[in-house]
């Protein structure tokens, strides 16, 4: 097996097929050679054109004359003729050159020969003979690359894929390059994130914020137990119903704190005096609406109003809990402001702030990090496919086997 770096085996495989086609190469640079050599005696003979005495033709058409010559030399030196490096592709330029020098010699002869055509037969004519040659070497040159070539062509073309291998192998190193740049910003993500949850961790282990979410949690457990002592809204809602549809008609009834009522129940009952005059008197209306059948609530629903209004009037139970839910928030107001005092809020506050940043930055530097991985991943095994296929490609071109080492700086 041979083993060749991709950097230099363009110039193996070239050497390699240039060997191989060497029978077929040879004839091809002897129809080159022989172009080349009509192409030296074009210009020759332009300057054959140009030896004419100047009296014998005024100095308009030797001017005309002069223009005639440097046009088609121009043509002429801007054809590429390849020399040692000759393929199908700069042959076929050379043959699409010639081309279009026939058609310019033709264009630029239809326009000047007529100044000074007398003066010059012997030129026109031996002019005439060359582009002949050239012609008749150029429609050889066309048919051996159409009949002889093709096997060389597909050899050649091999090299073509080439610059996609090339292509593929930056686009790795570019991409691994962005990886581990997108893998170091992670990681300072990750280590800065790990710090501030350290440091909140710490923060929140302050007796203030202990004590504080002690207070939080009673109050919060306080007020499950006094909805759950006045989870009695169906009713009332049915009575603020009748009463705004005007079916109920009850003296001394206050139809706003009914409505504030049902909003919020904990805020408006902890708003009044300790002995809750106006729930009080509204739940005995509602009783006795009850009582009376006003609601048209279902008898089980009915009943068990009632029960539940009779009990906070027996057991006071009510008003001890909002007592107990006042002094609960007095207590997270002082220990607010201990927190606020001591600078602890502002510190959770800018800490948490930080966190939330860097929480954003973090997955902004995951999804770089997975989307270049990506990229990543899908180049080498883009790069794999290829250099499989390519490899077996030039093993059928050359009859051996064939190993392409692909050598990444990183």
Do not use: W
């Amino acid at each position: 097996m041979i083993e060749k770096n991709l950097e230099d085996f363009e110039e193996f495989y070239t050497e390699k097929i240039n060997n191989i086609f060497s029978k077929i190469k040879k004839v091809l640079k002897k129809l080159i050679l022989e172009i080349r050599e009509n192409l030296i005696e074009i210009k020759v003979c332009l300057d054959h054109f140009l030896e004419i005495e100047e009296g014998k033709i005024d100095q308009k058409a030797q001017k005309s004359l002069h223009f005639f010559s440097d046009r088609i030399r121009k043509e002429i030196d801007e054809i590429e003729v390849p020399e040692e490096d000759i393929t199908y592709d700069n042959t076929l330029d050379l043959l699409n050159s010639i081309k279009r020098l026939f058609t310019s010699i033709n264009e630029i002869a239809r326009k000047s020969l007529p100044k000074f055509q007398k003066e010059v037969q012997p030129q026109i004519k031996e002019l005439n003979y060359i582009t002949r040659k050239l012609g008749k070497n150029q429609a050889n040159l066309d048919e051996f690359m159409r009949k002889k070539y093709n096997e060389v062509k597909e050899a050649e073309y091999l090299l073509k894929k080439l610059p996609k291998l090339f292509s593929l192998k930056e686009n790795i190193e570019h991409a691994k390059a962005d990886l581990d740049q997108f893998e170091i910003e992670l990681e300072e993500r990750e280590k800065k994130q790990d710090e501030l949850n350290t440091q909140l961790l710490k923060l929140e282990k302050n007796n203030l914020f202990k004590d504080l979410e002690v207070e939080k949690d009673k109050l919060f457990k306080l007020q499950m137990k006094i909805n759950d002592e006045i989870g009695f809204k169906k009713a009332l809602k049915k009575f603020k119903f009748e009463l705004e549809k005007g079916n109920l008609h009850i003296t001394n009834i206050d139809l706003n704190y009914l409505r504030d009522f049902l909003k919020n129940p904990i805020k408006i009952l902890a708003s009044e005096r300790k002995d809750l005059p106006k729930f009080t008197s509204l739940m005995v209306q509602v009783r006795h609406v009850l009582e009376e059948n006003k609601l048209n609530l279902k008898t089980d629903t009915k009943q068990k109003t009632i029960e539940h209004i009779n009990a906070i009037f027996d057991e006071k139970i009510l008003q001890t809990n909002i007592e107990e839910y006042l002094q609960l928030k007095e207590q997270i107001k002082s220990i607010e402001e201990q927190i606020q005092t001591a600078g602890l809020a502002e510190k959770l506050d800018r800490l948490k702030n930080d966190i939330s940043n860097n929480t954003i930055k973090l997955e902004h530097a995951q999804n770089d990090y997975a989307r270049k991985n990506k990229d990543y991943t899908r180049y080498l095994n883009s790069l794999k496919n290829e250099r499989e296929e390519f490899q077996t490609l030039v093993e059928d071109k050359i009859g051996e086997q064939i190993k392409l080492n692909i050598v990444f700086t990183f």
